[in-house]
């Protein structure tokens, strides 16, 4: 099945600072990369996805990068603020359930200090 | 629109017990999806309904675990004999699922379970 790497583990930027978080997938017929934000004790929500018909994809200050050859994409987040402060999943789909259910990479958490 | 909802929040058990959480996914929505997540570590897939279909049992960790999905819409989730390990929050999500392309997940807001 499709295993994802996600890193790094914690990341600590400044107010304004980039953050970039890289995830890597071994299923080379994936086709659906997305992103979600996690605050302390809510759920996951959707923050950007990327589809394999595109190399890259942006959203305000936030942006998705593909690279299928060496199957690996990337959050990009410009201008952090602190509310931007969360912990970020990437996923793939699961070859097993007809690229339908999700495999997580383990996550990454954000704190932008203020 | 409303978002999924699940119930309880909070289910406190003790080991050997059964528990069952509920999901009401997105009216419409075809698909649903029953996620594990254990304190600080990533989403581990559970099992997956799309329609009327049987469901998609892969990432069930034991026989302990059961979901049902009624007339379409509305899952069980279950876990019988609770063991302390089960303890998380069980996530389910929904998509309204096309034809050949993974749809967005919509999740919602879990239930945390702990076992004593």
């Known amino acids: 099945g499709e295993n994802v790497e996600q890193h790094p583990s914690t990341l600590s930027v400044q107010e304004g600072d980039s953050a970039v978080i890289k995830c890597t997938y071994s299923?080379?017929?994936?086709?659906?990369f997305p992103w979600y934000k996690q605050e302390l004790g809510k759920r996951p929500q959707l923050i950007i996805d990327?589809?394999?018909?595109?190399g890259e994809k942006k959203d305000q200050r936030i942006a998705v990068t593909l690279n299928k050859t060496a199957k690996h994409f990337s959050l990009h987040i410009t201008e952090t603020q602190p509310e931007d402060s969360a912990v970020y999943f990437c996923?793939?789909?699961?070859?097993?359930?007809?690229?339908?259910?999700?495999?997580f990479g383990s996550g990454t958490r954000l704190q932008v200090q203020p | 629109g409303a978002g999924v909802s699940q119930s309880p929040s909070n289910k406190v058990t003790e080991k050997g017990k059964d528990v069952e959480l509920r999901c009401d996914p997105i009216?419409?929505?075809?698909?649903l999806y029953w996620y594990r997540q254990s304190l600080g570590q990533g989403l581990e897939f559970l099992i997956y309904?799309?329609?009327?279909?049987?469901?998609?049992k892969s990432g069930l960790p034991s026989d302990r675990f059961s979901a049902e999905r009624t007339g379409g819409s509305v899952s069980t989730l279950t876990i019988q004999r609770t063991q302390q390990e089960d303890s998380a929050v069980y996530l389910c999500?929904?998509?309204?699922?096309?034809?050949?392309?993974?749809?967005?997940?919509?999740f919602g807001p879990g239930t945390r379970l702990t076992v004593l």
């Open positions: 999500a929904s998509s309204n699922t096309g034809g050949g392309v993974t749809d967005t997940q919509y």
């Open positions: 299923d080379s017929a994936s086709n659906y």
């Open positions: 990327i589809r394999s018909n595109v």
């Open positions: 996923a793939a789909p699961r070859q097993d359930t007809g690229r339908r259910a999700l495999t």
């Open positions: 009216s419409g929505h075809t698909a």
């Open positions: 309904f799309q329609g009327n279909s049987a469901p998609d």
